[in-house]
C-alpha cells in the first residue's frame, strides 16, 4: 500500500496518509477541517530491509581457485597439461 502525501489548502499543514490505491482520497485537514489536495510524489527509492547486504554476497567466483580438470589445484604451474605435474603422473 502507498503513503500519499497531503497538503492543506487553507493552513499549508503537509501530512502522510498510508492507503490502498482504490481508496478515495481524502477531503479535509486533520488539524483545522479545510480542503486538502493530493500531492505528486516522486515515489521511494529502494529500501534494503534486514541485517545487511554485502558486496561479497554475489561476487564470481574466482577461476584460479577452481581445479584444473587434471586436479592440480595450483592452475598457474599448471597452464599446460605438459608442465603440470598431476597430468605427467596419469600419463605413466
Do not use: H, W
Amino acid at each position: 500500500m502507498p503513503t500519499y502525501d497531503y497538503e492543506c489548502k487553507k493552513c499549508g499543514y503537509t501530512f502522510e496518509k498510508f492507503q490502498k490505491m482504490t481508496d478515495a482520497p481524502l477531503k479535509s485537514c486533520p488539524k483545522c477541517k479545510a480542503p486538502v489536495r493530493r500531492l505528486i510524489g516522486g515515489g521511494t527509492g529502494l529500501i534494503f530491509k534486514g541485517s545487511g547486504f554485502y558486496i561479497t554476497d554475489y561476487k564470481k567466483k574466482n577461476s584460479s581457485s577452481v581445479p584444473s580438470k587434471t586436479g592440480c589445484s595450483d592452475s598457474k604451474k599448471c597452464s599446460s597439461s605438459e608442465s603440470c605435474p598431476a597430468a605427467k603422473k596419469d600419463k605413466t
